[in-house]
């Protein structure tokens, strides 16, 4: 599921402990105290380890709970409300911390998977293999879509297609084996076979291969 981060980085608060920006993390699926969600998908939390809430809290908590925990100060996005955060350790949210530059190549990489799929649906009529390829090649493209484009290769006909099938690493073996189906029909249909030993594409009568000399 891709979120649009992108409005949570316009304007980050910054901490009246420390006055230093806080940090846009992740929300936890779950609010530790009652059970239920945070109702934000983010939180902004500082995590200075230096701010004076965080330093002062271990004293404080072990005092009055006898634990050894901190606080951090937490702000809800659109709210002012101050919120401290218990923490057992330094590094706690450190690790939800979102990251501006990923979300931006999320979202590049998403607006191009989607103009891929838009793309399918006159692919074969325009002979188009480009966007087949881009969603065959995109692990990180819904399987729907990347089984469809798959399911064009025959009708388009372009033996481009191998090489970079042949040179891809599929996560998705129902993929990678339907595309070797797609490729094995594509060459019987264009009376080609692949050369066992070099990989290149010869006629399928070949005797001997014409890139590596082999005998056949
Ligand atoms: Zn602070
Ligand atoms: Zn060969």
New binding site residues.
């Given amino acids: 599921m891709l979120t649009d981060y992108h409005r949570y980085f316009e304007e980050i608060p910054v901490c009246p402990h420390c006055d230093q920006e806080l940090s846009c993390c992740e929300a936890p699926p779950i609010h530790i105290g009652d059970g239920l969600g945070w109702g934000s998908e983010v939180l902004y939390i500082c995590l200075n380890d230096d701010c004076s809430l965080f330093v002062n809290g271990w004293a404080q908590i072990e005092e009055q709970y006898g634990h050894s925990s901190s606080y951090r100060y937490m702000q809800l996005p659109g709210s002012k409300e101050a919120n401290l955060m218990m923490v057992g350790s330094e590094d706690a949210f450190k690790g939800s911390i979102i990251d501006l530059e990923k979300v931006e190549a999320q979202n590049v990489r998403y607006q191009d998977e989607k103009k891929a799929l838009a793309a399918l649906d006159s692919a074969v009529e325009t002979r188009n293999l480009e966007p087949v390829m881009h969603l065959i090649l995109d692990e990180a493209a819904a399987i729907d879509g990347r089984k469809r484009a798959m399911s064009m290769l025959v009708a388009l006909n372009d033996l481009s297609c191998i090489d970079p099938i042949r040179n891809h690493k599929f996560r998705d073996t129902s993929l990678e084996s339907g595309c070797n189906i797609a490729i094995q029909q594509l060459l019987k249909a264009n009376f080609k076979k692949e050369?066992p030993?070099?990989m290149?594409l010869?006629k399928s009568q070949a005797k001997v291969?014409m890139?590596?000399k082999?005998d056949l």
């Fill in positions: 050369c030993y070099c290149e010869i291969c890139h590596c082999k």
